[in-house]
């Protein structure tokens, strides 16, 4: 028979059950699960409990790392691809940081913003451009522009970072827009000069 899928909260309240001192049987009671399920998700849960031998996958990655990107914004799973690539799952990667890193705090700041007051403008990869006659690969870069309070948006694709391109997208968001913020926060782009 195949082995039932629980999801991570009902994997969790197992495991916050079983370490009160509650049997399998009543666990299995409580929640409607199969005993068969609860014990593989105690017997998994034991394996990456603190204290636990780390994998070895695990010791060629730079928790640390993960931790300071995390904490800056960058999703766990993008960072499971990038430093774990194929070799594990991304819910091995998540469980192990999550190991590693039980009381990770979130960090959140409020800006506030007055309508119409503020526009920021950033940009970021873009596509790649192939002409039909050559077989010439061109990159591009996407610009996006965001009034502060609505996030309202504007984005095109430029296929450089020029101050040239940048000025003729910031005038064609402000067209879009109808009207120009007293403010402009402009993030640092490439070849701007």
């Given amino acids: 028979m195949a082995a039932v ?12 059950l079983h370490s009160k001192g509650i049997k399998s049987r009543q666990i299995a009671k409580i929640l409607k699960v199969g005993r068969n399920t609860i014990r593989r998700v105690i017997k ?12 070895d996958w695990s010791k060629s990655i730079d928790w640390e790392k993960v931790r300071l990107e995390v904490s800056r914004g960058v999703q766990l799973n993008v960072l499971a691809r990038e430093h774990a690539g194929q070799t594990i799952s991304y819910v091995q990667f998540w469980r192990q940081f999550r190991k590693t890193y039980p009381e990770l705090p979130t960090v959140t700041m409020r800006l506030t913003h007055v309508p119409g007051e ?11 451009i192939i002409c039909r ?6 990159s591009t870069s996407f610009m996006c522009g965001v009034m502060a309070m609505s996030s309202y948006a504007y984005g095109e694709v430029t296929f450089t970072q020029k101050r040239e391109d940048l000025t003729r997208s910031m005038e064609s968001a402000f067209r879009y827009f109808g009207g120009v913020t007293p403010y402009v926060t402009v993030d640092n782009q490439k070849g701007c000069s």
Avoid: H, N, W
Avoid at 118 to 128: A, L, M, Q, T, V
């Fill in 5 to 16: 899928k629980v999801s991570i909260a009902m994997q969790k309240q197992i495991l916050e």
């Fill in 44 to 55: 998994r849960g034991e394996l990456t409990a603190p204290g636990a031998i780390e994998p």
């Fill in 118 to 128: 503020k526009c920021f403008f950033d940009y970021s990869e873009g596509i790649d």
């Fill in 133 to 138: 006659e050559t077989g010439e690969v061109k």
